[in-house]
């Protein structure tokens, strides 16, 4: 999934849920916010690793027992780890999912393509229209929420 997705998927989870959104979306950036540049700067090898990996739920469990915002951080990073799977499945690379494990296991063949590259990789897959079609729904509730808090649209 691309970035910004993320972060709409985490705003989702807060309005439907008792969670504070601001950490959602902190929570959700995370992975990313670590790994690209990680990876960027060579210090890994491949874009999901370090903030991407399963294995660190032995830092989530905890954060998400310090109260609400840790619970919400936790549920909006784990909301970008189960996205990054889904998306890495419906293109036809379930192998690839194995980044969860992270570093005990990874994919055999993973992608190292950079952030800005993939975007044009990403174009016309399977998940880029799933994407496009939470974005169409996201904006069309938007939307007609807004009509709603006006009144809806100007009868005569």
Known sequence: MLFATHLLAAAVIGRYTRLAPLWLVAGAALPDLVDKPLASAGVVDVFHSVGHS????VVAVPLALTGRAGLSAAVGWASHLVLDALHIVVNGRPD???????????PADPLRIPPGDFFFYYLWTPSFFLEVGFWTVCLLLTARWALGRRGGPATE
């Open 96 to 106: 690839d999912a194995l980044f969860l494990g992270w570093p005990l296991v990874g």
């Open 54 to 57: 399963g294995l660190l739920l």
